[in-house]
């Protein structure tokens, strides 16, 4: 699998243990559980993926679908509105 | 206004609401979640609430038009606070108008429950020692957490599922609002709540055990003999969200043992049938039919999202898959198995 370009988003926890809001990352990761496994490597995120939610270019996703080339991802934790 | 959206600026709720009248409505029902001073036993001193917005309106706008659907009221709307809020500010604000009093109760409470639980909102709270956290992230972090439910202080239940529904949500199954008994003229016939107080009552389950059965999602290969009886347990025990594989249709032959089916289904799909006796039985189980067999290209698609696959089938060929699909995904896997 080639290297892909993917933007990730970060909200709540996750962005500020990333650090940051966005980015946009070059990745082998072939689908999204492989990407947070992989950013988890670079960040000091505490969450374990089975609490989080995925969400790719804009809709609820799943994690084993296959991520394209410029797919906007952004992993959910756990809620709290209201 | 729009049916779900986000403000930046305190709620001017009485504006809202003005918004919500209409000439063939008798009734409104608003709530608003405020901002209070303790959470969990610490002191709060304000909030702040932050939305992944783009998929938040979407989530939200669907939650209203589910409630407009479900119990066919006339308007609803729900507006919700980003940024930081102090004590006694409105955070959230539900406004339903409706023919009648009962369906603008029950749209209300619905669309205020679904927001809490899927809409991507995070709230940040700021205690008087200083110190802050993310509500539902911060303790579910910790790995080993669920093994010690049993013994941790009540306070910390709640959190073995983030997507679990709240406890004032699993009150309101405990006392169930009822059968419709006002004296108005109902166009809908009363719509009527599980009411798992029975269940709730056992010391073993409790609210958290039933916050955590909602949370849970379970996949059934297989309706038949064995998937009967699993699912109708699964689905009068609240569980939030079963998924349903079988590829044959209903014959007559099948009905001695598979006795929640009619002898008017055969000749249809096994799984759409069980999807539909799920509902009837507890329409609050999300539930999705796949009426095909199970094998090597669609197994992980299938079985992905869910907690727990139970192995209903009768071959031998299926149950390998099954067990390589769960060794491979790590995820827990029942089997059992009848033999004629």
């Known amino acids: 699998m080639p290297d892909q370009t993917i933007r990730v988003q970060y909200y709540a926890l996750l962005r500020e243990q990333a650090g940051r809001s966005d980015e946009t990352l070059t990745t082998s990761a072939r689908d999204a559980r492989e990407l947070y496994a992989e950013l988890s490597q670079r960040y000091p995120f505490t969450l374990p993926v089975d609490m989080l939610r995925v969400a790719i270019n804009s809709e609820f996703g799943e994690w084993s679908q296959p991520l394209k080339a410029g797919d906007a991802v952004v992993f959910i934790p756990p809620v709290a509105g209201g | 206004m729009k049916a779900f959206e986000f403000s930046t600026t305190p709620l001017d709720t009485a504006a809202l609401q003005r918004e919500m009248r209409d000439v063939t409505c008798g009734g409104f029902a608003g709530f608003e979640g405020w901002v209070r001073n303790h959470n969990e036993g610490m002191a709060v001193t304000r909030l702040e609430y932050e939305a992944y917005a783009e998929l938040a309106e979407k989530e939200g706008a669907r939650i209203v038009q589910e409630a407009i659907e479900r119990y066919g009221v006339t308007r609803a709307a729900c507006v919700h606070r980003v940024g930081s809020l102090a004590l006694t500010d409105v955070a959230v604000w539900v406004g339903v108008s409706a023919a009648h009093r009962d369906e603008a109760f029950r749209a209300c409470r619905y669309i205020i429950d679904e927001v809490k639980h899927r ?17 539902n992230c911060e303790r579910c972090a910790a790995p080993g957490a669920h093994e010690h439910e049993d013994t941790a202080p009540a306070r910390h239940r709640e959190y073995a599922n983030p997507y679990a ?10 006392h ?17 709540s599980p009411d798992y107080s029975r269940q709730i009552a056992l010391r073993e389950v409790g609210l958290p055990g039933q916050a955590r059965l909602l949370a849970a999602s379970v996949l059934v290969v297989g309706a038949g003999g064995l ?73 992980d698609r299938l079985a992905d999202g869910y907690d727990l696959i139970l192995d209903c089938t009768d071959n031998f060929t299926t149950k390998f898959l099954l067990n390589d699909l769960a060794l491979r995904t790590r995820k827990p896997l029942l089997f059992a198995i009848h033999i004629c």
């Open chain 2, 227 to 299: 998937g009967v009886p699993v699912l109708q347990y699964l689905a009068g025990a609240g569980v939030g969200r079963i998924g349903i594989v079988d590829a044959d249709r209903l014959e007559p032959s099948n009905l001695h043992r598979q006795t929640w089916y009619a002898l008017a289904d055969c000749g249809r799909e096994k799984s759409t049938l069980a999807a539909e006796r799920v509902n009837a039985l507890n329409p609050e189980v999300h539930v999705q039919a796949h009426a095909l067999r199970l094998d090597a290209n669609n197994a």
């Open chain 2, 165 to 174: 529904h709240d406890d004032d949500h699993l009150h309101n199954h405990l």
């Open chain 2, 119 to 135: 809409v991507p909102i995070w709230k940040k709270e700021h205690y008087v020692n200083g110190d802050s956290g993310w509500v």
């Open chain 2, 176 to 192: 169930g609002p009822g059968p419709g008994h006002g004296h108005e003229h109902h166009e809908h016939p009363p719509l009527l």
